[in-house]
């Protein structure tokens, strides 16, 4: 890991960005490297930075978070990008980390949470809310068992 993790905070709304960049700067491992509210600003800065993370809302002013994290994943596919949203978790964590995101976190989550988030996806693990986390696991057991029966033709 880097000496300091290097953040591109992408948000359509600008009160956001700020109050997401302060709380990364006030961390001793982390900065703001860069600031953007739509996709043609975020590939922008992320190629005259080379940021070690992207937070990424799903709103933009230009398109979809969705496809900005598409981009990203083609442009560096080892960049790593955590998306920020206030959309519901159960609908869109799985497309965003399909897309290629490494975390979902929803801005209602306490501050320190984001901070907690960061912090694991550049560990290389994958960040979710506890709720959710607990709804996969729970409904873990039951894909194991229906994939299994169907190995032996149960």
């Known amino acids: 890991m880097p000496d300091r993790i290097r953040v591109l905070v992408v948000d359509d709304h600008p009160l956001v960005r700020r109050g997401i960049a302060d709380l990364i700067n006030r961390q001793d491992d982390m900065e703001v490297c860069g600031e953007a509210d739509s996709i043609s600003g975020a590939l922008q800065v992320m190629s005259e930075t080379s940021p070690d993370l992207m937070t990424v809302d799903l ?63 550049m560990a290389g693990n994958i960040y979710l809310s506890p709720a959710l986390s607990s709804r996969i696991s729970n409904a873990w057991p039951a894909v194991k068992a229906t994939k299994r029966r169907r190995r032996l033709k149960l």
Do not use: H
């Open 59 to 121: 709103t933009l002013k230009d398109g979809s978070g969705l496809e900005l994290i598409k981009d990203v994943k083609a442009r560096n596919p080892d960049r790593r990008v955590l998306v920020s949203s206030m959309q519901d978790e159960s609908l869109y964590a799985e497309r965003c980390i399909k897309a290629g995101a490494r975390g979902y976190i929803n801005k209602e989550e306490a501050t320190d949470k984001v901070v907690e988030a960061i912090r694991m996806v």
